[in-house]
């Protein structure tokens, strides 16, 4: 059994930034990557930003230049810091992890149930 828990949504004011977490556990063999999706309203789920178990990130065109994901490996927690956010950021993020378990020993994606950044004035 796996667990992604979120943390860190809320509301803020266009410009302001937000600090999102995610703690995987259960019973984890081994993580490829860990990273970021969001979901507006009407739109399909879409890339933000992952990091690999390497260090490598990856982030959407969009978001360049004001997010950065980090992780930490011992503690699996993947952070994505949000500055200068805009009122298209708003939408429900979701936290991915690409790892494998004890029990299967291969790997899929696994997803936190999301949590919501509201970004208004």
């Known amino acids: 059994q796996v667990q992604l828990e979120e943390s860190g949504g809320g509301w803020v004011q266009p410009g302001g930034s937000l600090r999102l977490s995610c703690v995987a556990s259960g019973s984890i063999l081994s993580m490829l990557a860990m990273g970021w999706y969001r979901q507006a309203p009407g739109k399909q789920r879409e890339l933000v930003a992952v990091?690999?178990?390497?260090?490598?990130?990856n982030y959407a065109v969009s978001v360049k230049g004001r997010f950065t994901i980090s992780g930490d490996n011992v503690k699996r927690t993947v952070y994505l810091q949000m500055n200068s956010l805009k009122p298209e950021d708003t939408a429900v993020y979701y936290c991915?992890?690409?790892?494998?378990?004890?029990?299967?020993?291969?790997?899929?994606?696994?997803w936190g149930q999301g949590t919501q950044v509201t970004v208004s004035s």
């Open positions: 990091i690999s178990s390497g260090g490598s990130t």
């Open positions: 991915n992890a690409d790892l494998a378990t004890f029990d299967s020993g291969t790997y899929h994606d696994y």
